[in-house]
């Protein structure tokens, strides 16, 4: 069976986060908590993913804003085999998360590297964590589909997104064919086109 991991980011993921409902809704899904969330260090917070990454099988990772990066550093890396595929919700940009949490996190540099998985990255129009253009730049040298959601800030609790039944069709793509058919899905409905979650083609809902 193939299981969800959660990557939360910076801080984790409040009670009303779509992460935390997502664990409700999907009682094989699993939180893979760190030791400190409020000074993040790459080194560590790998050394956890790869060490619950090691006690499963195939698995989707869903990872929120710090949790992208930190699934974007596991390009090259053995324990990346079991993975099937990659939901990347609003990808930070470190720049701009050391100018809005000064001297809190210490992850490196950007990943630059292509990732040897599936992976599809949710970007919004507004996010203050990174511009739209950017992280369509890093879509692209990860080898991502990208999906705009349009004027969605960080895509969190304070944007309006706590239960996030959508999110759970886009996860259930890397449980089809893979990447051809999460690309074929993708280009359908507009990689670079503005909705909120998949409500605007009901053929993805069946």
């Not at 990943?111 to 996010?127: K, R, T």
């Not at 996860?171 to 909120?196: E, K, N, W, Y």
């Given at each position: ?5 959660i ?6 993921s ?7 409902h997502w664990?409700s ?6 939180f893979?908590?760190q030791?400190?969330w409020d ?6 917070w790998?050394a956890r993913?790869e060490?619950v990454?090691g ?10 804003s710090?949790?992208c990066?930190?699934a974007a550093?596991?390009a090259g890396r ?7 595929g990659a939901?990347?919700?609003?990808p930070?940009h470190?720049?701009r998360?050391e100018?809005?949490?000064?001297g809190?996190i210490r ?5 630059e590297a292509p990732?040897?998985?599936?992976s599809?990255?949710v970007?919004?129009l ?15 040298l990860w080898g ?9 800030g960080h895509i969190n ?9 959508h ?12 990447s051809d058919?999460?690309?074929r899905t ?13 409500v605007?083609?009901?053929?993805l809902l069946?």
């Amino acid at each position: 069976m193939t299981r969800t991991l959660i990557l939360p980011g910076f801080m984790g993921s409040g009670t009303d986060h779509w992460q935390q409902h997502w664990l409700s809704d999907h009682p094989g899904s699993r939180f893979v908590e760190q030791d400190n969330w409020d000074r993040p260090h790459l080194d560590a917070w790998l050394a956890r993913l790869e060490s619950v990454l090691g006690k499963h099988g195939d698995v989707i990772l869903v990872a929120h804003s710090l949790g992208c990066l930190l699934a974007a550093h596991l390009a090259g890396r053995a324990s990346a085999e079991t993975i099937r595929g990659a939901l990347l919700v609003a990808p930070c940009h470190l720049d701009r998360t050391e100018y809005i949490h000064p001297g809190a996190i210490r992850f490196g540099a950007m990943p630059e590297a292509p990732l040897p998985f599936p992976s599809l990255v949710v970007a919004s129009l507004n996010d203050p964590y990174m511009p739209f253009e950017q992280c369509r730049h890093y879509a692209s040298l990860w080898g991502s589909e990208l999906i705009d959601l349009g004027h969605a800030g960080h895509i969190n609790v304070a944007s309006g997104f706590g239960r996030w039944v959508h999110g759970y069709r886009l996860a259930s793509l890397f449980q089809r064919d893979g990447s051809d058919t999460m690309h074929r899905t993708v280009s359908r409905i507009g990689s670079h086109r503005p909705f909120r979650g998949l409500v605007r083609d009901r053929r993805l809902l069946s």
